[in-house]
């Protein structure tokens, strides 16, 4: 189990910038993007045994996390 906190600045290091612009001028790229923090925090917390969870759900919350991460790296790379 990884415990890095996978913060979407890291994933994509070279879309810092657009992300940013993204965030301000696209409300749906905004929501997917505070839902993905929020799994991503969750997850984090899972990892870390700060709110230990069962297996299949945090399993269940890192695919949810995923499929954030590929909408909005189709997003980036529209």
């Given at each position: 189990?990884?415990n890095t906190p ?5 994933e994509?290091?070279?879309f810092?910038?657009k ?17 993905y923090?929020t799994l991503?925090r969750?997850?984090h917390?899972a ?7 069962e297996?299949?759900a945090?399993e269940a ?5 995923a ?6 790296w ?5």
């Open positions: 189990m990884s996978h913060e979407l600045a890291e994509f290091p070279e810092v910038e992300m940013s612009a993204l965030k301000q001028d696209d409300a749906h790229f905004a929501k997917l993007a505070d839902e923090h991503n969750q997850v917390r990892e870390t045994n700060v709110e230990p969870m297996q299949l945090e919350l890192r695919k949810q996390r499929l954030l991460k590929d909408k909005i189709g997003m980036l790379n529209a």
